[in-house]
């Protein structure tokens, strides 16, 4: 009978020891943690709020092993106020205080280097470390020796400012299986240690500086290699596919955008093993499409943009690209509608823009590509008709048919039944009719660009008509035939462009509730088919007949980056309230009938403006000559008889004789000759156009 009690004594002795030890593990983490909290929230910050109960395995981003339950892995993604300038320099050794930590992921926070980095080598058990996203620049760091985290596999360090060659202690950590690098500034040959991982199945070296010529030799070393992205580098010379050959678990390539690296893919002496699911030979000085590509069945994703690639697309490359391909800026010609006739594709991105293509589009294109979600055939030949079946897209997020030779008027049948929709752009065509048709319903539209047509009609009507387009941004009407009213709805947007119409009358009366300027746009960040608009504002009424004085209202738009209301019939003075718009970067008032003094509140209020004109108006006194406004040259107050002062020739307190009148603003709208201050001006309104 007392081997049992024995035997009970030690067991519940032994179960006692062990929760003092998992309280003491767990109190030990937890202090870390918060300390770790501190940091990251150092000088002020806000991150982890809910950090305050006792069981830390229940905090925000911390995740524990179930059975012992320490602390395993840590996400703390983008969790550093971006308002806090200040690096951070999180301390390694509190990092170290969790001995079962398997994954520490800190992407996005501000980080440039650590305090005590070597004590990173004491997490034994790690297996990912994610430190992306940052500005660490010395790769040092990294050194901790070559038996140090021998269980590390996944290491990425892309997007940082990592400057130099690749480190060779980072090819001390053998186990590596996933390294990335990309988007840094590493330069030179790319280090030949990388050979000996062996076991390496993605890497990721894009987007950096690396020069000579191709890693030919590492490529071969690759033997268990399946995602390989190369591209946007500085490599030269030939090299051939060949080396890829035998590369038989590769199914993700992308080599694009290497100065001067001319590809080639046509060999009698390989027989390609591949089963390529994504594949990016993008300004790989292509001049035909790759033969091998006709045994490749399974490629989701095909990108051979910016290449010299002539002639049609082949049709067993449309038959073997099932999600997205991309040839724009090619040479690509001949008759659109011939390339799928009678044919069907399960196709979701679709970009042929940039090549010279022509006729009319496949009236049954509705049906041709049922799944597209993107779709940029921009910058072609096209023309006819644009076909009510792409009304049949109801997946379509972006449509881009903009710089093309199509005619008629917009079918109801697009702008009624896509209701997807967020990106619309037909620019620089010759359509007519209704920049909307009646009852249009474009419930998610956040782009439209009508720019360069022949629309007519008024504004009010076209747009009145329609439902709300509540999302919508960015509005492009610019040179066309439109004429007022402007809708209240129009004012609202973060881009408005209705330059060069036919908008004439008191400003005041054009514009429709005015009162709506003085509610803010929200800031956005809409992805367009080319290109980003980030957090901008801006109003362009230039080259139209607006007369009277500039609204008050106007100046009430405090986010306002650019303002342009040149080449009208506006008169009285520049309003004070100008000082309003204290982010404003461009501001072109020039070719007007505007007079008296500039306001002198201007110059300590627009200190962000590096675009500034307001040259043939009728201003007089002396210029202004402190902040930004001492930067500016003659070409920004030339044509003002009565401006004197720094950078005029003319001195203030002498008397000027004006024996002819400037050039009117109605005649300059008739004889259009854009200053390169305009030309700059609309770079920076239409950046990304």
């Known amino acids: 009978m007392e081997i049992p009690v024995v035997h009970t004594y030690f067991l519940?002795?032994?179960?006692?020891?062990?929760?003092?030890?998992?309280?003491?593990?767990?109190?030990?983490?937890?202090?870390?943690?918060?300390?770790?909290?501190?940091?990251?929230?150092?000088?002020?910050?806000?991150?982890?709020?809910?950090?305050?109960?006792?069981?830390?395995?229940?905090?925000?981003?911390?995740?524990?092993?179930?059975?012992?339950?320490?602390?395993?892995?840590?996400?703390?993604?983008?969790?550093?106020?971006?308002?806090?300038?200040?690096?951070?320099?999180?301390?390694?050794?509190?990092?170290?205080?969790?001995?079962?930590?398997?994954?520490?992921?800190?992407?996005?926070?501000?980080?440039?280097?650590?305090?005590?980095?070597?004590?990173?080598?004491?997490?034994?058990?790690?297996?990912?470390?994610?430190?992306?996203?940052?500005?660490?620049?010395?790769?040092?760091?990294?050194?901790?020796?070559?038996?140090?985290?021998?269980?590390?596999?996944?290491?990425?360090?892309?997007?940082?400012?990592?400057?130099?060659?690749?480190?060779?202690?980072?090819?001390?950590?053998?186990?590596?299986?996933?390294?990335?690098?990309?988007?840094?500034?590493?330069?030179?040959?790319?280090?030949?240690?990388?050979?000996?991982?062996?076991?390496?199945?993605?890497?990721?070296?894009?987007?950096?500086?690396?020069?000579g010529s191709f890693p030919s030799p590492l490529v071969h070393s690759l033997t268990s290699i399946k995602s390989l992205l190369l591209s946007s580098n500085r490599f030269t010379g030939k090299v051939s596919f060949a080396i890829f050959g035998n590369l038989s678990r590769l199914g993700r390539l992308d080599i694009s955008y290497n100065a001067h690296l001319e590809l080639e893919t046509e060999s009698q002496t390989w027989f390609p093993s591949l089963n390529m699911y994504v594949l990016n030979l993008a300004g790989c000085s292509l001049r035909k499409f790759p033969s091998f590509l006709s045994t490749q069945n399974n490629l989701q994703s095909l990108d051979l943009s910016d290449n010299f690639l002539v002639g049609t697309i082949p049709s067993?490359?449309?038959?073997?690209?099932?999600?997205?391909?991309?040839?724009?800026?090619?040479?690509?010609?001949?008759?659109?509608?011939e390339i799928f006739r009678n044919r069907s594709s399960q196709l979701t991105s679709l970009d042929v823009s940039n090549n010279s293509f022509q006729g009319p589009f496949p009236e049954d294109i509705g049906s041709i590509f049922p799944e597209l979600v993107n779709l940029d055939a921009s910058d072609n030949g096209f023309n006819g008709l644009i076909p009510p079946s792409f009304g049949r897209l109801n997946r379509l997020l972006s449509l881009d048919l903009s710089r093309n030779e199509l005619h008629g008027e917009i079918p109801f049948f697009v702008t009624s039944n896509m209701s997807s929709l967020e990106v619309l752009s037909l620019g620089q065509n010759n359509l007519r009719g209704y920049a909307l048709p009646r009852n249009s319903s474009l419930p998610k539209l956040k782009i439209l660009d009508l720019g360069h047509n022949d629309f007519m009609d008024n504004l009010w009507t076209s747009f009145s008509r329609s439902q709300p387009l509540s999302p919508l941004r960015v509005l492009i009407l610019k040179d066309n035939r439109l004429e007022c009213k402007i809708p209240v709805e129009l004012l609202r947007l973060t881009i408005l462009d209705l330059s060069r119409n036919n908008l004439s009358g008191d400003i005041s009366n054009c514009i429709d509730n005015t009162t709506s300027w003085t509610t803010e746009a929200e800031p956005d960040v809409i992805i367009t088919v080319s290109g980003i608009f980030t957090f901008m504002n801006g109003l362009d009424l230039s080259c139209n007949r607006l007369s009277g004085s500039i609204p008050m209202h106007i100046t009430q738009r405090k986010a306002m980056v650019a303002l342009n209301m040149s080449h009208n019939l506006l008169s009285g003075q520049i309003p004070t309230s100008l000082r309003n718009l204290e982010a404003l970067e461009a501001l072109d008032l020039s070719q007007n009938n505007l007079f008296g003094e500039f306001p002198p509140e201007l110059e300590t209020a627009l200190t962000f403006l590096s675009v500034f004109n307001v040259s043939f108006n009728n201003l007089s006194g002396p210029i202004p000559q402190r902040n930004q406004f001492a930067t500016f040259t003659n070409d920004s107050y030339v044509g003002n008889h009565g401006l004197c002062g720094i950078p005029l020739s003319r001195k203030c307190g002498v008397v000027v004789t004006v024996t002819e009148e400037p050039p009117s603003a109605m005649s300059s709208h008739i004889h259009i000759q854009t200053p390169p201050t305009i030309c700059y001006f609309l770079v920076l309104f239409l950046f990304f156009l």
């Not at 806000?46 to 996400?75: G, H, I």
């Not at 990309?182 to 790319?190: A, C, E, S």
């Not at 067993?316 to 509608?337: C, D, I, Q, Y």
Request: glycine content about 4%.
């Open 316 to 337: 067993w490359v449309m038959h073997n690209t099932t999600s997205e391909f991309k040839v724009r800026g090619n040479s690509l010609s001949g008759p659109f509608a």
């Open 12 to 211: 519940l002795l032994s179960l006692v020891c062990m929760c003092l030890n998992c309280q003491g593990y767990l109190e030990e983490e937890r202090f870390a943690l918060l300390q770790i909290k501190d940091s990251i929230n150092s000088p002020e910050g806000s991150a982890f709020p809910s950090w305050y109960t006792e069981d830390c395995c229940q905090w925000e981003a911390v995740e524990c092993d179930a059975s012992t339950t320490r602390v395993n892995k840590l996400f703390f993604h983008h969790k550093r106020d971006p308002s806090v300038l200040e690096h951070w320099y999180p301390n390694a050794t509190l990092f170290a205080q969790f001995k079962e930590l398997k994954e520490l992921e800190l992407p996005g926070n501000n980080i440039k280097g650590f305090t005590s980095p070597h004590e990173l080598r004491e997490l034994e058990q790690l297996q990912r470390l994610d430190l992306s996203d940052n500005f660490i620049e010395d790769a040092s760091d990294f050194c901790w020796g070559k038996r140090a985290l021998p269980s590390l596999y996944h290491l990425d360090l892309s997007h940082n400012n990592i400057t130099g060659f690749i480190p060779e202690c980072i090819c001390h950590s053998r186990r590596i299986t996933e390294l990335i690098l990309y988007d840094n500034n590493l330069h030179g040959n790319i280090s030949s240690c990388l050979s000996n991982f062996s076991s390496l199945e993605l890497l990721d070296l894009s987007n950096n500086q690396f020069s």
